[in-house]
């Protein structure tokens, strides 16, 4: 009888124990959120050196686009989603159903997160598996492919993106996007996306975009952008 009573007890002080830690964490969780307000959205890790990407694109460029541009996105998404229904969204949630300067700013987040992690020092040469059959179905060569991909993202007016997108049964196409535009908000997924505003470029090419477009491949990392399809 002794031991029934000394196991109950011990029960009921490990349940108090647990529910303890519960509210404990939940009131962690929620000073952490109210001191996070502003952090909420942050750009992707730069996953090589400012430099890695010399001669295609400069430590300069990488370093004023990646760090100033980017940063300035992100910056501006956190003040402006305050006391908005986007506060607590995610940044897909935000790209889809915004407008105005909160569009603006988290599909800038978004097509940077992309374009940046699309790329690796000495990367280069062609895609591989299903995407690359792809390619070659709808493009006929990989060739092929990027003189379309090119010819859009040159003549592509004013600031915006050149987009590789796929849609639910795996059809690719090249987009041409103005400002922060994203492949997203047609209901299509990005899986390559070259930026085609001045400030990704002027550094190192001046005006001459095609000339910098056709540079770019040299750098893609096609391990990281064939997993995409
Ligand atoms: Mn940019």
Redesign the pocket.
């Given at each position: 009888m002794k031991a029934i009573h000394y196991y109950l007890l011990t029960g009921l002080f490990t349940l108090s124990m647990i529910s303890c830690n519960n509210s404990n964490a939940k009131n962690n969780e929620n000073n952490n959120s109210k001191n996070k307000v502003n952090m909420k959205f942050e750009k992707v890790a730069l996953p090589y050196a400012t430099d890695a990407l010399e001669p295609v694109i400069s430590k300069q460029t990488v370093e004023l686009?990646y760090g100033k541009?980017?940063q300035a996105y992100v910056d501006n998404l956190n003040k402006l989603v305050v006391g908005t229904k986007f506060e607590n969204a995610d940044l897909e949630t935000v790209v889809k159903e915004s407008d105005g300067a909160i569009f603006n700013n988290a599909g800038?987040i978004l097509n940077?997160n992309i374009?940046f992690t699309s790329f690796k020092k000495d990367g280069g040469g062609e895609p591989t598996g299903m995407l690359a059959e792809a390619i070659n179905e709808q493009f006929g060569s990989f060739d092929k492919f990027k003189e379309e991909f090119n010819a859009a993202g040159t003549s592509l007016f004013g600031s915006g993106w050149v987009w590789l997108a796929k849609d639910g049964s795996g059809k690719l196409s090249i987009l041409k996007e103005s400002n922060a535009g994203n492949p997203l908000t047609s209901g299509l997924t990005p899986v390559l996306g070259f930026?085609v505003?001045e400030?990704?470029y002027y550094l190192d090419y001046q005006n001459r975009r095609a000339e910098h477009l056709k540079e770019v491949w040299k750098i893609v990392d096609w391990d990281v952008v064939s997993a995409r399809y």
């Amino acid at each position: 009888m002794k031991a029934i009573h000394y196991y109950l007890l011990t029960g009921l002080f490990t349940l108090s124990m647990i529910s303890c830690n519960n509210s404990n964490a939940k009131n962690n969780e929620n000073n952490n959120s109210k001191n996070k307000v502003n952090m909420k959205f942050e750009k992707v890790a730069l996953p090589y050196a400012t430099d890695a990407l010399e001669p295609v694109i400069s430590k300069q460029t990488v370093e004023l686009h990646y760090g100033k541009h980017h940063q300035a996105y992100v910056d501006n998404l956190n003040k402006l989603v305050v006391g908005t229904k986007f506060e607590n969204a995610d940044l897909e949630t935000v790209v889809k159903e915004s407008d105005g300067a909160i569009f603006n700013n988290a599909g800038q987040i978004l097509n940077h997160n992309i374009y940046f992690t699309s790329f690796k020092k000495d990367g280069g040469g062609e895609p591989t598996g299903m995407l690359a059959e792809a390619i070659n179905e709808q493009f006929g060569s990989f060739d092929k492919f990027k003189e379309e991909f090119n010819a859009a993202g040159t003549s592509l007016f004013g600031s915006g993106w050149v987009w590789l997108a796929k849609d639910g049964s795996g059809k690719l196409s090249i987009l041409k996007e103005s400002n922060a535009g994203n492949p997203l908000t047609s209901g299509l997924t990005p899986v390559l996306g070259f930026d085609v505003w001045e400030h990704s470029y002027y550094l190192d090419y001046q005006n001459r975009r095609a000339e910098h477009l056709k540079e770019v491949w040299k750098i893609v990392d096609w391990d990281v952008v064939s997993a995409r399809y």
